[in-house]
């Protein structure tokens, strides 16, 4: 990374010892704009043709929450990936799943694990969750100029808050808007055949074992009917990407774990695949 005023060979730039905000991205932006996401030129010309990730579903659960992607790229009428993962943690007690152009959503993520590791080391505590959500809208609102060309992210956030011991998620707009949403939601091309499966699914009260069975469930029934969608790869081996956050941080499902949950599903649904159009 080059900075301005980096002038003596082994010795800090000057904007590394300047005292400034908590967060990394203002960091950058005052110092090495150029090298944000947002602040990349794109040649003239129409749209660009990138792989797009779709589809995120996330759920609460007692004492915590569930989020999954599935593991499909698409590119218009192609697959551009088939074992893509859209789940990244962003810290010890938070997720995110991507939604929209891949490439940059990666980056923004990316990023986003930078700006909330540096906001601890600053500050010397974690931010709230809110905080976090807050924070990751502020970056979707900086990426509106990508947006409008039609690069756009929109992403899916969920935690456990230390201060209220339970599972929230936020879901957002390409305007950065921010928006708290109750019990379960889901992002991308599959959401609204997610949410409908979410709806039956869900209950108050679930344990953990559970909602990671609606999460995978719901991605099934995303793919059956958006084929930007992937459902579970029996043959490859590819599973949905899931993690768990509860007081014990977050952690992702192994893909052993996940066989066996996937093959429940696929096994209860050979009999009722939920129609034959």
């Given amino acids: 990374m080059s900075f301005p005023g980096h002038q003596d060979a082994g010795r800090l730039p000057a904007?590394?010892?300047a005292t400034g905000s908590s967060?990394?991205?203002e960091f950058v932006g005052a110092h090495a704009p150029h090298l944000l996401p947002s602040r990349r030129p794109l040649p003239p010309g129409g749209a660009l043709e990138a792989p797009h990730g779709t589809t995120i579903v996330a759920l609460t659960f007692d004492g915590g929450v569930v989020m999954a992607g599935d593991r499909r790229a698409t590119?218009?009428?192609?697959?551009?990936n088939r074992d893509m993962e859209k789940v990244y943690g962003a810290d010890d007690y938070s997720a995110v799943g991507i939604a929209g152009t891949a490439g940059i959503a990666i980056e923004l993520v990316k990023l986003f694990q930078v700006e909330l590791e540096h906001y601890e080391k600053i500050e010397g505590a974690l931010l709230s969750l809110?905080?976090?959500?807050?924070?990751l809208a502020t970056m979707i609102r900086s990426n509106l100029g990508l947006a409008m060309q039609g690069l756009a992210v929109v992403p899916l956030f969920a935690g456990?808050?230390?201060?209220t011991s339970a599972g929230r998620i936020f879901s957002y707009d390409v305007t950065g808007g921010c928006y708290e949403e109750h019990d379960h939601h889901s992002v991308g091309s599959g959401s609204l055949?997610?949410?409908?499966?979410?709806?039956?699914?869900?209950?108050?009260?679930?344990?953990?074992a559970?909602?990671?069975s609606v999460a995978v469930e719901a991605l099934y029934d995303a793919a059956d009917d958006d084929s930007a969608t992937g459902g579970p790869d029996l043959g490859r081996r590819i599973w949905p990407t899931v993690a768990v956050i509860d007081t014990e941080g977050l952690r992702f499902l192994d893909d052993d774990a996940l066989a066996g949950v996937v093959e429940q599903i696929?096994?209860?649904r050979r009999g009722n695949p939920g129609g034959a159009r």
Avoid: C, H, Q, Y
Wanted: glycine content about 12%.
């Fill in 15 to 17: 904007a590394f010892t």
């Fill in 23 to 25: 967060s990394f991205t």
């Fill in 75 to 80: 590119m218009g009428n192609l697959i551009a």
């Fill in 130 to 135: 809110e905080g976090k959500a807050n924070r």
């Fill in 160 to 163: 456990f808050d230390l201060d």
């Fill in 193 to 208: 055949f997610a949410r409908g499966a979410l709806k039956k699914l869900w209950r108050p009260g679930m344990a953990s």
């Fill in 210 to 212: 559970d909602a990671v």
């Fill in 266 to 268: 696929v096994a209860g």
